[in-house]
């Protein structure tokens, strides 16, 4: 069973960096893409950044520049660094497994909050 696990949320003023991380069990994390997606308030949840499985890493046009997806394999641990947050990065921010049959498995869940 996969079950990813986030952590790293919080509060953070403008300007402010947080690193998420999200952590899962099981064998198939090296050889899955990985993704990071944000529920803002009254909004739809949109990707921010994936992660092949080979370490090619994509970017919603918002975030590029600022935000840094990353994997380790040997501690089945994804990451998001987030960099020079901004009040509208608030949201729930979810990391997603796509393993190579195509099953998806969500994280809980971690409350990022930008504010002054």
């Known amino acids: 069973q996969v079950q990813p696990v986030e952590s790293g949320g919080g509060l953070v003023q403008p300007g402010g960096s947080l690193r998420l991380s999200c952590a899962a069990s099981?064998?198939?994390?090296?050889?899955?893409?990985m993704g990071w997606y944000r529920r803002g308030p009254g909004k739809q949840r949109d990707l921010v950044a994936r992660?092949?499985?080979?370490?090619?890493?994509n970017y919603a046009p918002s975030v590029e520049g600022r935000f840094t997806v990353s994997r380790d394999n040997a501690k089945n641990t994804l990451y998001l660094q987030m960099n020079s947050l901004k009040v509208e990065d608030t949201g729930v921010y979810y990391c997603?497994?796509?393993?190579?049959?195509?099953?998806?498995?969500w994280g809980q869940g971690n409350q990022v909050t930008v504010s002054s």
């Open positions: 099981g064998s198939i994390f090296s050889s899955s893409a």
């Open positions: 997603t497994i796509t393993t190579l049959s195509g099953i998806d498995y």
């Open positions: 992660i092949s499985r080979s370490g090619t890493a």
